[in-house]
RNA sequence: CGGGGCGUAGCGCAGCCUGGUUAGCGCGCCUGCCUUGGGAGCAGGAGGUCGCAGGUUCGAAUCCUGCCGCCCCGACCA
């Protein structure tokens, strides 16, 4: 490729609407541009990385034994009312009706296609298991989109359906992609973990996500020192040490009122009555599904949505905010508590074992101490509501935790039966039974697995593509575009490592050094050859390595050797160590 | 959808509050000279429905109304 010719229109300056790194490098590279919020143009070179990311993941579902297929962008919406999810999926789901007033929408993803397409063509036993996946462009009509690839409306998904016979084949198939994402990952360069997740709206029993480490990550996650349990702090379970089951052997008081002007915070509560906010009860209203509910955590404590939604069963839950909390209970906020509360409560489970807590008395300015859960006030559900902190134990190992942000690249579902038995998509046994698919599901957000590398990958200077994902390996600045004897020799140089099977940028431009240096940085391409003064002096070029500025000086002549032996070397590692 | 902010040349911004010359500046772009190892210099030049529509006014980028678009904070997710 010949920059000359080329599209890659970098900018010195950083656009204004890119927040995070990996968008602001995509703009001033000339990978991407906006169309519309959330939708972007790749341009040559951001497809190239695509691209990249696109063949590793085919190369590896392929190995795992599923087949490649390409579903419609555009589906009926009569098959989303057979799975029920044209009702439940929400505005996220971008609907139309066509010229013959038929409703359809844009495929956000595709378990009703699959599953139709399973029932139509999938009849006996003998036929399964069976693993189909695709690369293709998803539309998610997102409520906010926003850092640039991390989160568009449209995106280049990889989405992949096994179907099989019981729940040990299923867990066959889905420990197979289990292994495959490991691969998967491991050959793009990239420093991630696999964690427990929630199901989220897909449902299904269980479910892993794939995080790529970076610290503007959208989500948190738990991981432990001693054992390989990793999970989101959505799932992330917490559990009560052994001393705290036991209490201490404190005396138990009686309920008193006492007075707290002024005082809704849990930290001014606790200041002024002299404890610390460990001995506070917080009761915050939630909505679930439009329904206030009291939530009970300790002081010190956060609630955990995920959690909350999951132990209500509801399949929304919102924060309701103070006038929507007055409406609903005509109870003042900062001073609300269990203790005779006419709403419905969920305690976290370490509620239950306190003891002489204070909480809020339901009436304007006062506060009750001496509250003994259990005794003064009985939740309806108990459970794990509170989010996980970093002085929690490992609920596996007991060993200690660490809280890393992530970005999810991946998330693979058991889903079990719930598509194929909604929309009666069964097969024959041995006995000639009909019996409903088990289904799994496992996704990978292409695009946003290059913005992930860009995250975790960058520095002052711009991107540092991990090699295997750079839209090309090796960019060579010809500093001497006036000399007939440099020209020459990049241009020979350029030919040999192409030769040599290598992807090449050729920067012909009649451009200063400068110019070239800096954009040859900024487009994160991982080596870099320089033929100019000292070539002209030595007849030797430069090879850089843009990761950490490594240099190698060698003669022009065996210059292409050297490089195609090193890239070829280096991706080798990479591609072995996805095996 | 709720809360906040922005829309002026390809990009980054000023001008608007307090209406009044040909609407500026930096980067980029074009031409020429010069220069050539970390985004040079000089000279000349092109490029604008001031987001759109309406209103107020002798006069609107500037004031008012409505609409549209974009960004940030929350719920959603690959």
């Known amino acids: 490729m010949r920059y000359s010719q080329m599209l890659i229109p970098t900018t010195r300056e ?39 990311v696109a063949r590793i993941v085919r190369e590896e579902m392929n190995r795992a034994g599923a087949q490649e297929l390409l579903m419609p962008m555009v589906q009926p919406a009569d098959l989303w009312k057979e799975s029920g999810r044209w009702q439940k999926y929400g505005t996220e789901l971008l609907r139309f009706t066509d010229r013959h007033d038929r409703e359809s929408c844009l495929g956000p993803t595709h378990e ?72 998967i990952f491991r050959r793009c360069g990239l ?42 702090v959505e799932k992330a379970r917490v559990v009560i040490r052994p001393g705290q089951q036991e209490g201490g052997s404190e005396r138990i008081e009686d309920v008193k009122k006492v007075e707290t002007p002024g005082m809704k915070k849990v930290d001014t509560v606790a200041g002024f009555l002299g404890v610390t906010i460990d001995r506070l009860i917080k009761t915050m209203v939630y909505l679930a599904d439009g329904e206030p509910v009291a ?5 010190d404590r956060e609630v955990q949505p995920v959690k909350l939604k999951n132990l209500l069963g509801a399949t929304e839950v919102e924060l309701a905010d103070d006038e929507t909390v007055y409406k609903k209970t005509g109870l003042p906020i900062g001073y ?28 304007k300015q006062f506060h009750l101490t001496g509250v003994q859960p259990g005794r003064d006030f009985q939740p309806v559900l108990t459970g794990d509501l509170r989010q996980i902190t970093a002085d929690d134990r490992c609920p596996s190992c007991g060993g200690s935790l660490t809280l890393t942000e992530g970005i999810e690249v991946g998330h ?27 289904m799994g599901c496992y996704g990978i957000g292409v695009s946003r697995v290059v913005a992930a590398a860009i995250e975790q990958n ?87 390595r843009r990761r950490d500025g490594h240099t190698e000086t060698v003669p022009c002549g065996q210059a292409a050797g050297f490089i195609v032996e090193l890239v070829r070397g280096e991706l080798a590692a990479f591609e072995s160590n996805g095996k």
Do not use: W
């Open 336 to 363: 609300l508590g269990p203790v005779n509360l006419p709403l419905r409560m969920a305690a976290d489970q370490e509620v239950m074992l306190m003891k002489n807590c204070i909480a809020g008395a339901n009436e």
């Open 191 to 232: 420093d991630f973990r696999a964690v427990e997740a929630d199901t989220g709206t897909i449902g299904g029993s269980f479910s892993h996500e794939f995080m790529v480490l970076a610290s503007t990550g959208e989500d948190t996650l738990v991981i432990c020192g001693q054992c390989d349990y990793a999970a989101n």
């Open 458 to 544: 960058h520095d002052e200077n711009g991107i540092i593509f991990p090699l295997p994902l750079a839209p090309c390996q090796v960019i060579v600045l010809n500093l001497g575009v006036n000399s007939e004897e440099t020209t020459s020799a990049a241009e020979r140089l350029y030919e040999e490592l192409r030769q040599g099977g290598l992807e090449v940028l050729y920067d012909d431009r009649d451009e200063r050094p400068g110019a070239k240096f800096k954009d040859a940085d900024l487009l994160g391409i991982p080596y870099r050859v320089t033929v100019g003064k000292t070539f002209e002096k030595e007849g030797k070029v430069e090879i850089r």
């Open 295 to 299: 939530v009970l955590v300790r002081g």
């Open 412 to 438: 693979i579902f058991k889903l079990g039966t719930a598509y194929s038995e909604v929309m009666r998509a069964t097969f024959q046994d041995r006995e000639g039974q009909a019996r409903p698919f088990v």
């Open 112 to 183: 009703e296609v699959i599953t139709d397409l399973a029932r139509n063509e999938l009849q006996s036993y003998r036929q399964l298991p069976m693993n189909l996946y695709q690369i293709q462009t998803k539309f998610r009509d997102e409520i906010r989109p926003r850092f640039g690839l991390m989160r568009g409306r449209e995106f280049v998904m990889k989405d992949a359906y096994s179907f099989d016979v019981d729940d040990a084949a299923a867990g066959r198939a889905y420990d197979r992609m289990y292994e495959a994402y490991h691969r």
């Open 14 to 52: 950083t656009p204004a609407e890119a927040e995070v790194v990996s968008h602001q490098l995509l703009l001033r590279g000339g990978f991407i541009r906006k169309l519309a919020s959330g939708i972007y143009t790749y341009l040559p070179l951001g497809l190239a990385a695509v691209q990249k």
